[in-house]
């Protein structure tokens, strides 16, 4: 998926069954990749998006995840009034700015079987299993232009939780306005998002760097909560963002 996903696991927790839980999430990544890669002309995706399959062409278990991630694609689209539209990509339906999550959810599923306290990072985008003794999670989101400090601390409280973070610091003018369907840098430096799904969570934290606070203001989904640096260095947030 272009990034580099990592594995923290609570030292209270059986070494030979986070290894053999991390082996197996992994398969998760790995399956997901060959999925819904844009990158691989051959993945069902690719061949979706640019109409040589439809959906009644694949096998019943492909052809679920993929609608299933479609599906979850129009809701995000539908509850931000369009700035999270995988309909507006050149080249045809594109969910990457979902599906990343989605299969980071999946790898974390295998943890919380294994009854592990673990954390699952994704390029920055984070879901965890699990609360340790100790107290809550606390999670650093990078400072969108100034590398080795922190924009805020976020508390996780719940068992279940995910954060992730969207910006065009690291990989420049990616985005795809879907007003307009030019590229750009983002209407903020950076909008992470934290609430019960990753994928949702991802999905939104890409709309809001889009959309800035237009985005925010459109935002009907419940129980997530955003913040926003701007590129002038001016934030903005919901009031039941988690700050530590």
């Not at 606070?213 to 913040?227: F, H, N, T, W």
């Not at 701007?230 to 039941?240: A, F, K, L």
């Amino acid at each position: 998926m272009g990034t580099t996903v990592s594995f923290t696991v609570h030292d209270g927790c059986d070494p030979a069954i986070a290894r053999q839980a991390i082996a197996e999430a992994c398969g998760e990544l790995r399956a997901a990749d060959e999925l819904f890669s844009t990158w691989k002309p051959w993945s069902p995706m690719s061949r979706l998006r640019r109409g040589a399959a439809r959906l009644d062409t694949f096998p019943d278990d492909v052809a679920a995840q993929l609608a299933s991630v479609l599906a979850l694609s129009w809701q995000v689209r539908q509850a931000t009034d369009g700035w999270f539209d995988p309909w507006a990509i050149p080249g045809g339906v594109d969910p990457t700015g979902l599906v990343k999550g989605w299969a980071l959810e999946r790898a974390a599923a295998v943890l919380r079987r294994a009854g592990l306290l673990a954390t699952v990072n994704g390029g920055g985008d984070i879901v965890t299993c699990g609360i340790p003794l100790e107290g809550p999670w606390r999670i650093g989101v990078r400072h969108p232009w100034r590398p080795g400090s922190l924009a805020c601390v976020v508390t996780v409280s719940s068992p279940a939780q995910a954060v992730a973070t969207s910006g065009s610091y690291e990989r420049g003018s990616h985005f795809v306005n879907p007003r307009t369907g030019a590229r750009t840098s983002g209407a903020v430096a950076s909008a992470t998002v934290v609430g019960a799904d990753l994928a949702v969570a991802d999905a939104l934290a890409t709309a809001l760097a889009v959309g800035g606070g237009a985005a925010l203001d459109s935002m009907r989904l419940v129980g997530y909560e955003a913040y926003l640096v701007g590129h002038d260095g001016s934030e903005q947030s919901t009031d039941g963002f988690p700050f530590s």
